[in-house]
């Protein structure tokens, strides 16, 4: 064999060379350098977490009681005495609005994707989804004015309604649960969905019967994601819906508006008023309670899912 | 036989109505920015980007300063946020104890839910009076000669006080693809220089970051798409004044703060709404450019997974 | 009992365990310098990481708690004065599959040296291709040492791994069922060269292959379930094993 000559010819053995301690040391010393350097970025980054949460709860403390989330703001400038009542009862109509638009349309796409989908098609449409996921909130707020809200021109002349920002939400929103709901489906073994058509169901069977049950989590995490992302919005309600210190009328047209936990703060912070600012403190307490609550949702579903699939 | 193929059919035929309504809501998107912006495109052309006034009642629209200011924002906001997304990243992925690392990354993850205007009202209460008691006095007594560092009003509101704040929310994105990047890499190779006697820093340099780096630069892409698009922080933080800032601590205005603030008055003359459209416009070609780029890289390095921390709280 | 000075490696009641399992049970056996030793058994018996135990490989798995004593050259490798860098750079290791670094063939083998602090150009010139003849690629990418190491095909890369194992003046090398991802050819290859390299260092293989392991090794050790069954010379051990689960697991895959 060739190799084997080759090794024959270089019999004298490798020179040895000396342990260099001092270098060895000095790296040592570098890693120890990169081990403080990483520490510190991650507090650094952390910091503003606990910290927001410390200076809301802070500052917004007196506030944080049952009157407070049941009654309206009233007084002047609105808001000094009262609730956010308003914001809440708002965020109910834009979350639902916004669901039923984004909820079907995501999952009756993720479905489509991996029942019928063809490659090229999923390749596309993943990245359709990343897109928009990717387009800043302030133009999806443009594009809602001008498709919902506008009263000239084509569009559905809903206003400045909970209809017009529910449905803006839920273009935010449909991407998100499409993307979920696909990779849910994906990660199903594929052998359990083509057992069952082997069997002789159809493709509507075997959605009802192994599919949802399978990717149930997955959606759920999508849907979750999707609220959780809408109800920290502000920038798209501000073309679509803007705010309402009172109960909405309707969902459409002139007393259509609702009021909205993140615009509530918006305008809060906006006003030259010490107790507003500490109300707009209260509320945001109260915004990321919700938020951290369906955050831990997420954790539940993701945990158990993989705890019993 | 029949009725179970045309029962499939329907399911097939309802189905693709959601995926085309999902598609149409994209093309609605595009179409409706590309329609409104259309009079202003034609009118301006592309002295849109260059001209430097802005000047409604005149029917003069020029971009630029807020394309200055925009550019600023975005620009410092990611040389604060990656030293420090590579550092949690690598933190969390090569030197954090296990039983840590789960609790570590949730609270990375939090930041990524905190909404944009809980950020920004932090930002209003803590950031701005930092910089105004503490930071600008130091900078005007100390640097005060340097144009860049020049503190002109001392009013903690401004460019820095706002990418400082939208650093922190890109800091998620790019650190969380940094650890997933990272945590792609094989660890046979990673065990292969362990057993020559490498230190970890010798592996994460000669190892990990070489498999690493192209998901690292898909995640930048990303935190760069998010931070050009941060609408509600900025308004409250950057001052608000049309003006191309020259030093770190002037005031400004990006394009997303404009919208916001006056896309609403805007709308009751058509041309000063194509304008802003157009502004919108701008926002969106980046996003979309950034983003085809950016998930391209991602797609090849992770396999595309979608972390979470890539949808931000708005 | 062999001569204590012939004795390179020498492991008294090594247990180890990870969180609630007893991995390695009581392990009482030593190498002999020069020598190649295959350990055999079925997956997950434990001699992956009796293997790891040996050049402390596994500091970083947490959870995992030790206890016993491997010497080399009559030193305890866990006493606390031991530096884990100098430990490693005394022994090569060589994995399942070839995984080199994401560098050109040229720096795969120079990052041995660079770590260890050889900065001298020429000396690393000369190292890397003397480790390249030693494995017995040299003539294969003399051409081409500065192209990615990725281009090679599988068994020049597991050659290019050996190659870079030995950069660094080890005198033990241990490998991790090194064929284990190869062709037959690529195999056979690499195990002429540990049979070449038995003058120079003590090789110990780990192996799921019992005809491979017959073919190469002086000593041969059977483990199953963490404990070491039988350990005794190759001819003895192939030919008439002393303990029934040994021959059971020989004669069954023979």
Do not use: A, F, K, R
């Given at each position: 064999m060739a190799e084997l000559a080759n090794i024959k010819k270089d019999d004298d053995p490798m020179p040895v060379f000396p342990i260099n301690r001092g270098y060895i040391k000095r790296k040592k010393f570098y890693n120890g350098i990169a081990v403080f350097l990483a520490v510190m970025a991650f507090i650094i980054g952390a910091f503003p977490v606990f910290h927001i949460i410390y200076k809301a709860v802070a500052l917004g403390h007196e506030y944080l009681n049952w009157r407070f989330i049941s009654t309206l703001p009233t007084g002047f400038p609105i808001g000094a005495q009262g609730g956010i009542l308003n914001a809440i009862i708002g965020d109910v109509y834009l979350v639902v609005i916004a669901s039923i638009f984004a909820v079907p349309l995501g999952i009756g796409s993720g479905l489509y994707l991996s029942l019928f989908g063809k490659k090229r098609t999923n390749t596309f449409l993943r990245l359709l989804n990343e897109l928009m996921i990717g387009i800043p909130s302030v133009v999806w707020g443009i594009v809602g004015f001008y498709v919902f809200s506008t009263n000239a021109g084509l569009g559905f002349h809903f206003g400045f309604s909970a209809l017009a920002g529910g449905l803006t939400l839920g273009f935010i929103m449909t991407p998100i649960i499409a993307l979920l709901t696909e990779q849910a489906i994906n990660r199903i073994p594929s052998g359990y969905i083509e057992g069952a058509l082997a069997m002789g169901a159809t493709k509507w069977q075997a959605t009802k019967s192994v599919i949802i049950k399978a990717a149930l989590g997955g959606i759920f995490t999508g849907i979750l994601l999707g609220i959780m992302n809408i109800i920290g919005q502000t920038a798209p309600l501000l073309f679509t819906n803007y705010y309402n210190t009172g109960m909405p009328?309707?969902?459409?047209?002139?007393?259509g508006a609702v009021g909205d936990l993140a615009m509530l703060i918006f305008i809060y912070i906006h006003e030259p008023s010490k107790i507003l600012h500490v109300k707009a403190e209260a509320a945001s307490v109260v915004l990321l309670c919700f938020i951290f609550a369906i955050d831990l949702g997420l954790r539940l579903i993701n945990y158990l899912t993989r705890k019993f699939l | 036989m029949f009725n179970l193929k045309y029962k499939d059919d329907l399911y097939k035929f309802i189905l693709s109505i959601f995926v085309l309504s999902v598609i149409s809501v994209f093309l609605i998107a595009v179409a409706v920015i590309l329609f409104y912006s259309y009079p202003a495109i034609i009118r301006y052309g592309f002295s849109f980007l260059w001209v430097k006034e802005w000047n409604p009642p005149k029917e003069v629209f020029g971009a630029l300063t807020f394309l200055a200011g925009t550019f600023m924002v975005t620009f410092l906001a990611l040389l604060f946020a990656i030293p420090f997304s590579f550092g949690i990243g690598i933190f969390l992925?090569?030197?954090?104890p296990l039983f840590l690392r789960g609790i570590f990354t949730v609270i990375i993850e939090m930041l990524a839910g905190i909404p944009s205007v809980v950020f920004g009202v932090w930002g209003v209460l803590t950031i701005v009076p930092w910089l105004r008691e503490s930071v600008e006095p130091f900078f005007d007594r100390h640097f005060s000669s340097i144009p860049f560092l020049k503190?002109?009003?001392?009013?903690?509101?401004?460019i820095l006080a706002a990418s400082i704040v939208v650093a922190f929310m890109i800091l998620p994105i790019i650190s969380s693809i940094t650890k997933d990047s990272l945590e792609s890499v094989p660890k046979i190779a990673k065990d292969g220089a362990l057993a020559m006697g490498a230190t970890r820093l010798d592996v994460i340099k000669d190892v990990s970051l070489p498999y690493a780096l192209n998901g690292i630069y898909g995640g930048i892409i990303l935190g760069f798409g998010r931070a050009v698009g941060e609408t509600i922080a900025v308004v409250l933080l950057i001052g608000n004044q049309a003006i191309v800032p020259k030093s770190l601590f002037s005031v400004g205005y990006t394009i997303s703060a404009v919208l916001a603030n006056t896309f609403t008055f805007a709308v009751i003359s058509p041309i000063y709404a194509s304008a802003e459209v157009e502004l919108a416009l701008i926002l969106l070609a980046v996003s979309l450019i950034i983003n085809i780029v950016g998930r391209n890289i991602l797609n090849k390095v992770i396999g595309g997974r979608f972390n979470r921390s890539q949808f931000g709280g708005g | 009992m062999a001569e204590q000075d012939e004795i390179k490696v020498n492991v008294k009641n090594l247990n180890f365990y990870y969180g609630n399992y007893h991995l390695l049970k009581n392990i009482n056996l030593y190498f002999k310098k020069n020598s190649v030793c295959t350990l055999l058994g079925p997956s997950g018996c434990g001699k992956s990481t009796f293997l790891r135990t040996l050049n402390r490989?596994?500091?970083?798995?947490?959870g995992a708690k030790l206890t016993g004593e491997v010497l080399i050259d009559g030193k305890n490798i866990y006493d606390k004065s031991v530096d884990v860098v100098e430990l490693r750079r005394n022994i090569g290791m060589v994995f399942q599959s070839p995984n080199p670094f994401p560098k050109s063939i040229f720096d795969n083998i120079a990052f041995g040296l660079k770590i260890h602090g050889i900065k001298n150009r020429e000396f690393i010139a000369e190292r890397v291709e003397k480790c390249l003849r030693y494995a017995g690629l040299y003539d294969e990418v003399k051409d081409k040492l500065h192209k990615s190491a990725f281009s090679l095909s599988g068994g020049q890369q597991q050659r290019l791994c050996i190659a870079r194992a030995i950069a660094t003046n080890p005198s033990i090398l241990l490998m991790d069922e090194p064929t284990a991802y190869l062709d037959p050819a690529s195999a056979s290859i690499i195990l002429d060269l540990i049979t070449t390299f038995k003058k120079y260092y003590t090789i110990i293989i780990v192996s799921h292959n019992i005809q491979q392991a017959g073919r190469i090794s002086d000593y041969s050790g059977f483990f199953l379930d963490g404990e070491l069954i039988e350990f005794d010379e190759a001819g003895n051990f192939f030919t008439r094993p002393k303990d029934k689960r040994t021959e059971n697991f020989i004669t069954s895959r023979y």
């Open positions: 009328t309707g969902i459409t047209g002139p007393g | 992925q090569e030197y954090c503190v002109e009003e001392n009013i903690g509101y401004g | 490989m596994n500091d970083y798995t947490e």
